[in-house]
Nanobody, 126 residues
């Protein structure tokens, strides 16, 4: 399981920054790839970023590349998404996710993840 460290909606103005964090439990956290997805109202979940089990490989959606950074701290069983230069189109519910299989390098496919966190609403105002 993975769950947001902090609950509640996050509000920020365009151009601002936010850091989302999730904590893992119930598995050997360090053995699994991690990811972030987001879902805007009326849309399908969208891949945002992923990081491999060892932390050596990270991948990003083109829409966030250069602005967002995914990271993990295996000693603390936590994962983070640093979001900079936020835009109104980044407004969505953000989900932290844990891969279904261990020792993978991260995936863009939602089907490869079977543990989804509760979700955090991020609202970016213009």
């Amino acid at each position: 399981q993975v769950q947001p460290v902090e609950s509640g909606e996050k509000l920020v103005q365009a151009g601002g920054s936010l850091r989302l964090s999730c904590a893992g439990s119930g598995r050997i956290f360090s053995n699994y790839g991690l990811g972030w997805f987001r879902q805007a109202p009326g849309k399908e979940p969208e891949f945002v970023a992923a990081i491999g089990w060892s932390g050596g490989i990270d991948i990003y959606a083109d829409s966030v590349k250069g602005r967002f950074t995914i990271s993990r701290d295996n000693a603390k069983n936590t994962m983070h998404l640093q979001m900079n230069a936020l835009k109104p189109e980044d407004t969505a519910v953000y989900y932290c996710v844990l891969e279904r299989r261990p020792f993978t390098t991260g995936s863009r496919s939602a089907d490869d993840y079977d543990a989804w966190g509760q979700g955090t609403q991020v609202t970016v105002s213009s």
